[in-house]
């Protein structure tokens, strides 16, 4: 065997560098196109924080705050209820609530229409209410997604489902006077409690009205 072969050198090693090479020297052309290259991107990293910063400033963090329009709840209800075939809850609730949106859905493939507000709580929390009186399994089982039951719990003299959903919110679902009630969202369960007795109380008072004026309406016909 030839010992020669193995007389190899290593890419990388001392033997590939000459320590002594002369600097490298751009000429002033050379010098002056490089410069004007900086010069550029400085300008453009300038401009791109000179327009995002503004856009940053007037939009702050989104937080509950950021979401209060406070919606007139009962209004919306009204103008909803002749889709609706019935007065949509908007339940009073106390000073430190408010909503975000509220609206009649309809039109879904499913075939249900359903009455949905969103309520910004005094703590900061968020529920979202959703009502319907034409409500199936299916329908309840998309609203509910992924939750899990975990128990019952009793609010406004009803038994309520209570359900964990994965990202953390809290479900509850009941039936009042015939409705299909679901509550979810992100608040503690007093405040749950709070907006389910109201939405109880508010719901039977609008059935009890509608109620009076057929039978009025009834007695005053020839």
């Known amino acids: 065997m030839n010992d020669q072969g193995d007389e190899r050198t290593t890419p990388g090693t001392e033997a590939d560098f000459d320590d002594d090479a002369p600097p490298v020297t751009l000429t002033p052309n050379q010098a002056k196109r490089a410069s004007a290259t900086a010069r550029g991107m400085l300008i453009a990293t300038g401009a791109t924080i000179a327009v995002v910063l503004p856009v940053y400033f007037l939009n702050p963090t989104y937080t509950a705050e950021t979401y209060r329009r406070d919606i007139d709840v009962a209004t919306v209800a009204r103008q909803a209820a002749g889709d609706a075939g019935y007065l949509p809850a908007s339940p009073e609730l106390p000073e430190g609530w408010s909503s975000?949106?509220?609206?009649?859905?309809?039109?879904?493939?499913?075939?249900?229409?359903?009455?949905?507000?969103?309520?910004?709580t005094s703590d900061t929390g968020f529920i979202q209410l959703t009502q319907s009186d034409d409500a199936n399994?299916?329908?309840a089982a998309q609203r509910i997604g992924d939750a899990?039951?975990?128990?019952?719990r009793t609010i406004g003299g009803l038994e309520w489902e209570l359900l964990d959903a994965p990202d953390?919110?809290?479900?509850l679902r009941s039936d009042v006077d015939g409705a299909t009630v679901i509550l979810n969202g992100e608040a503690a369960l007093t405040e749950f409690d709070t907006l389910g007795?109201?939405?109880?109380e508010d719901v039977r008072r609008n059935a009890a009205e509608e109620a009076e004026r057929l039978s009025s309406s009834d007695t005053d016909a020839p």
């Not at 953390?168 to 479900?171: F, L």
Request: aromatic share 16%.
């Open 100 to 120: 975000n949106y509220a609206r009649w859905v309809t039109g879904r493939s499913d075939s249900v229409d359903f009455w949905e507000v969103g309520y910004l």
């Open 148 to 152: 899990q039951v975990s128990g019952t």
């Open 137 to 139: 399994p299916t329908w």
């Open 197 to 200: 007795a109201a939405v109880i």
């Open 168 to 171: 953390g919110d809290t479900v």
